[in-house]
Nanobody, 123 residues
Framework: QVQLVESGGGLVQAGGSLKLSCVVSVLTLSDYAMGWFRQAPGKEREFVAAISWSGFSTDYADSVRGRFTISRDNAENTVYLQMNSLKPEDTAVYYC????????????????WGQGTQVTVLS
């Protein structure tokens, strides 16, 4: 059974940093592009970042570009999201997802999803 398990969320002051991890099991990670999405209460799930199969290409939402960095370690079956200069508006549940296509910012097309990890940024 395919599993994506996120970790690293928590409570942080505005301006602080967090690093999220997503460990993938069963899938051959290098076959999949990976994405991070987030969903705040009362809002739709939105694209945050994506990374190509090899990790050589990345894509970011305008709202996080320059502050967040997506990376991957295929040998460790893990994808990361380094989040710096966090803002209260970054507060959301963050999800990692796997898809065969890249670039892809549409959550409805991703094949596999994790359960999410909560990120709360205090002002």
């Amino acid at each position: 059974q395919v599993q994506l398990v996120e970790s690293g969320g928590g409570l942080v002051q505005a301006g602080g940093s967090l690093k999220l991890s997503c460990v993938v099991s069963v899938l051959t990670l290098s076959d999949y592009a990976m994405g991070w999405f987030r969903q705040a209460p009362g809002k739709e799930r939105e694209f945050v970042a994506a990374i190509s199969w090899s990790g050589f290409s990345t894509d970011y939402a305008d709202s996080v570009r320059g502050r967040f960095t997506i990376s991957r370690d295929n040998a460790e079956n893990t994808v990361y999201l380094q989040m710096n200069s966090l803002k209260p508006e970054d507060t959301a549940v963050y999800y990692c997802a796997a898809d065969l296509a890249y670039p892809n910012s549409r959550p409805e097309t991703y094949d596999y999803w994790g359960q999410g990890t909560q990120v709360t940024v205090l002002s």
